[in-house]
């Protein structure tokens, strides 16, 4: 399957707009946290978002990217939070239909830019963002050298990356299907330790490293409780995933506790 569609899984601006509608939100006047249960589409969602803020400094009016930027939901809170400016990239294009969408809705189309493109073909110059984040998108991407080699090319100098992903654990091949993939030919983990090596042959430094497994336990645990009680919310992961999600967070979460993966985050620069 290819990763757009796996994304997607039909017209996802219609289940989007149908879900909103049964929502009890005032679609005419949107807050961008009202839109969080849906387009902080990764594990933990706005609780990532807000710990990988939390760790990182950004100017007023500084530019940063968020490669592989989904909704673009992190984009709108580090543009809210920062007061700065975020070009988002996905390759899927309805994300960025949608994420465009809300980013009218949210009156955040001024200080938020998306564009489809793949990360690893990234069309801005050298030297042209004061920042890079990346939330959950390695995991996808095969060639991870040119991948990180595209973000340290466009940052400028003493900037940094900062992103989070799942690692592979030591105790052999997670159990599929998982949230970001279906089988072993969509999912292309790598070890924390092979990582930081790949990052600094590509010329970061200052390479901080902290495992998250136990705070995405409780992240999933939370998730499946809540989706698993007989009313369920309107808005959430499954609006986008299917129905089929929190079952892929149950293979997710007992792959982080048998230490087949290993979530961690990572801050690196670029001096």
């Known amino acids: 399957m290819e990763i757009d569609k796996f994304w997607t899984r039909g017209n996802l601006k219609e289940r989007i707009n149908d879900a909103l509608s049964d929502s009890d939100l005032n679609k005419s006047n949107l807050k961008i946290e009202d839109l969080h249960p849906i387009d902080q589409y990764h594990a933990r969602g706005i609780a990532a978002t807000r710990d990988l803020a939390e760790k990182v400094s950004i100017k007023e009016n500084e530019t940063i990217i968020d490669v592989g930027c989904g909704l673009a939901g992190p984009a709108r809170f580090f543009a809210d939070k920062f007061k700065c400016n975020v070009v988002g990239v996905d390759i899927t294009p309805a994300?960025?239909?949608?994420?465009?969408?809300?980013?009218?809705?949210?009156?955040?189309?001024?200080?938020?830019?998306?564009?489809?493109?793949?990360?690893?073909?990234?069309?801005?110059?050298?030297?042209?963002?004061?920042?890079?984040?990346?939330q959950h998108v390695t995991m996808n991407v095969e060639n991870r050298e040119l991948f990180f080699t595209e973000i340290f090319r466009v940052l400028k100098k003493d900037t940094f990356f900062a992103f989070s992903e799942h690692g592979l654990g030591p105790k052999g091949t997670p159990y599929f299907p998982l949230p970001w993939a279906d089988d072993?030919?969509?999912?292309?983990?790598?070890?924390?330790?092979?990582?930081?090596?790949?990052?600094?042959?590509?010329?970061?430094?200052?390479?901080?490293?902290?495992e998250t497994g136990e705070k995405y336990m409780e992240g999933y645990e939370k998730s499946i409780k809540t989706n698993s009680s007989s009313k369920k919310p309107i808005l959430g992961m499954h609006v986008i995933g299917?129905?089929?999600?929190?079952?892929?967070?149950?293979?997710?979460?007992?792959?982080?506790?048998?230490?087949?993966?290993?979530?961690?985050?990572?801050?690196?620069?670029?001096n």
């Open 242 to 270: 299917g129905p089929t999600m929190y079952d892929r967070q149950k293979n997710s979460m007992l792959s982080i506790k048998e230490k087949r993966t290993l979530p961690f985050e990572i801050i690196c620069f670029k």
């Open 95 to 134: 994300f960025i239909e949608v994420g465009n969408d809300f980013n009218k809705r949210t009156n955040m189309h001024d200080k938020v830019s998306l564009h489809v493109t793949d990360g690893k073909s990234l069309p801005f110059e050298n030297n042209q963002f004061d920042a890079a984040i990346s």
């Open 184 to 210: 072993e030919k969509m999912s292309f983990l790598l070890d924390p330790e092979k990582t930081i090596e790949l990052l600094k042959e590509i010329g970061f430094k200052s390479i901080s490293f902290m």
